[in-house]
């Protein structure tokens, strides 16, 4: 186990409804990465947080913002949430260049 | 620009044999490249990584990948399949001047028969 946790596991959400989706990082990392896995797809790059701040970000649309606390654990938001964003979200913590990804969270909306 | 290209979405092997999984890279200096595992509904698992080092790299459960800079490739081998090897594997590179990133490949899908 990586160390990297996430909640919820599973969710499930309507369109045009606004989801949270939480990473609590490593003990250690001040570096949380956030990607999308659509279902049989290779993991997409949505953003990344260091130190609290936004130190890169993937072509995804604004509706798609986060935050990182203090204690470098982090919040993924979707606004107006469409059928398309069904998939697997992960978080992923690192202090140097290798990442360590949570187990998921993966959302459904229907 | 960098990215990564596995070259087969689905490889099956009978276990007990041999196991390579294709990556080809292009980057225009030298990238630090990963596998990692992804078994059904779970996370991702990092097998290994290269970072300049020792081109031959040896990861977790028996796995090796070997960095050709002259083939640009960073094939991924275990010399015998068990199993529980059964899974998405996933060839990445980082992009250090985009802050990190991780561009994945589109993955390879191992089976392995009984």
């Known amino acids: 186990e990586t160390g990297v946790t996430q909640s919820p596991t599973h969710l499930i959400k309507t369109r045009g409804q606004q989801v949270t989706l939480r990473c609590s990082s490593q003990?250690?990392?001040?570096?949380v990465s956030w990607y999308q896995q659509a279902l049989g797809q290779g993991p997409q790059f949505i953003f990344q947080?260091?130190?609290?701040?936004?130190?890169g970000r993937g072509n995804f649309p604004p509706r798609f913002s986060g935050l990182q606390f203090p204690n470098y654990s982090s919040e993924l938001n979707v606004n107006a949430l469409e059928l398309d964003d069904s998939a697997l979200y992960l978080c992923?913590?690192?202090?140097?260049?290798?990442?360590?990804f949570g187990p998921g969270t993966r959302l459904l909306v229907l | 620009a960098q990215s990564v290209t596995q070259l087969d979405s689905h490889v099956s092997v009978s276990e007990g044999t041999p196991v390579l999984l294709r990556c080809n890279y292009s980057?225009?200096?030298?990238?630090?490249l990963f596998w990692y595992v992804q078994h059904p509904n779970k996370g991702l698992q990092l097998l290994l990584k290269?970072?300049?080092?020792?081109?031959l790299v040896k990861g977790i459960n028996g796995f090796e990948a070997e960095f050709k800079k002259s083939e640009t490739s960073f094939h991924l081998t275990k010399p015998s399949a068990h199993m529980s090897d059964a899974a998405e594997y996933f060839c990445v590179v980082n992009l250090y001047n985009q802050g990190g990133k991780l561009i994945f490949g589109q993955g390879t899908e191992l089976s392995v028969k009984p």
């Open positions: 947080y260091y130190r609290e701040e936004e130190n």
């Open positions: 980057s225009s200096y030298s990238p630090s």
């Open positions: 003990s250690g990392h001040n570096t």
């Open positions: 992923a913590s690192s202090s140097g260049e290798t990442q360590y």
């Open positions: 290269y970072t300049s080092a020792a081109t």
